[in-house]
Structure formats: structure tokens, C-alpha cells
């Protein structure tokens, strides 16, 4: 009968957590999660395609401080969030110039193309120039872009894993009170 009442003791409740985050983000979770608490179980590969992977989590049900290490834990994913759609506005913008670009080359290239079809060499030639403009200048306007775009949001991005960090250290923090 003690034997039943030691292990009743020391028996633990564990909830469970599956995450399917992108393959950048898949090493921040796996060091962070454990600041609230979570035990890493394993990896694994989800449906989503190869640029997610899956990360499954347990955690005791009977943590102190759940309450607040869950707020901290949102608060963990708003910043990751927020990196996620800073990293991806850095090609967003340079993407659209480049392509708003290239489709105008090619309406002048296929009013080049009728020209030529309806016998107009002048006008041909006159809307082939900037045709050809149009299909090589994309891709300067967008490393140019996208150059000036990466130094405007990297300190953002910066900003927002020193907010991840603290976020952490508070929740590491509440675990170890």
C-alpha cells in the first residue's frame, strides 16, 4: 500500500502541444519553450510541405505560475509572428517593383510584336527599346530595393528578438521563483 501512495506522489500530469513552425524559426522554438515550461519531445515532419517542420511539446499540467508563463508564452509568439511578416515584407516590396517592371516591358513588347505585325517598324522598334528596358532593369530595381529594405528592418528585427529574449528570462524567471 506505500508503494501506491509514493508513486501517486510523484505521478505526473503532462499536457501536450504540437507546433508546426518554418525551418528558421525551428531552433528560437526549441531554446525557448523550455523558459515556459515545455519539454521538447520530438521533431517531425508535417504536411505543410518541407519549409515547416513539426515540434511536439510536454509540459506538467500542475506548473506553478501557468497563468502567467501562458501570457508570456503569447506574448513569445506576437514577437515571432511579428519577425515572420518583417523577414517576409523584406522581398514583399522589391518583389511587386520588379514584377510591376517586367509587365510593363512586356505590354511594350507585345505592342512591339503587333506593330510589327501591322507593318509599323518604327513604331516596332520605338516600343522594343523600352521592352527590353523592362525585361532587364527588374532585376536592379530589385536588389536595390530589397537592399534598402533589409537595412530599414533589420533593427526591427533585432528589437524584436531582444523583446523575445526578455520575454524568456521572465518566464525562466517564474519557473525557478
Not at 500530469?13 to 515550461?37: H, I, N, Q, T
Not at 513539426?54 to 513569445?76: M, P, S, V, Y
Not at 517598324?121 to 532587364?136: E, S
Not at 528570462?169 to 519557473?175: G, I, Q
Request: glycine residues 6%; aromatic residues 10%.
Amino acid at each position: 500500500m506505500s508503494e501506491i501512495t509514493k508513486s501517486s506522489e510523484n505521478f505526473v500530469v503532462y499536457e501536450y502541444k504540437e507546433l508546426s513552425v518554418s525551418r528558421d524559426m525551428e531552433s528560437l522554438y526549441a531554446d525557448s519553450y523550455p523558459s515556459f515550461g515545455w519539454i521538447l519531445e520530438g521533431t517531425s515532419a508535417p504536411l505543410l510541405g518541407i519549409t515547416c517542420r513539426g515540434l511536439k511539446f510536454k509540459r506538467d499540467r500542475k506548473i506553478r505560475n501557468k497563468a502567467e508563463l501562458t501570457r508570456l508564452q503569447r506574448q513569445f509568439e506576437s514577437h515571432v509572428k511579428e519577425i515572420e511578416n518583417l523577414e517576409n515584407s523584406k522581398t514583399t516590396g522589391a518583389s511587386i517593383v520588379a514584377f510591376t517592371i517586367g509587365i510593363i516591358g512586356t505590354a511594350c513588347m507585345a505592342g512591339s510584336v503587333f506593330a510589327f505585325l501591322g507593318g509599323l517598324i518604327a513604331l516596332m522598334i520605338v516600343l522594343a527599346v523600352p521592352a527590353l528596358v523592362g525585361w532587364v532593369l527588374p532585376y536592379f530595381c530589385y536588389t536595390k530595393v530589397l537592399k534598402k529594405r533589409i537595412d530599414t528592418v533589420t533593427p526591427l528585427i533585432d528589437q524584436q528578438y531582444d523583446a523575445i529574449y526578455e520575454v524568456c528570462e521572465k518566464a525562466n524567471a517564474l519557473l525557478h521563483d
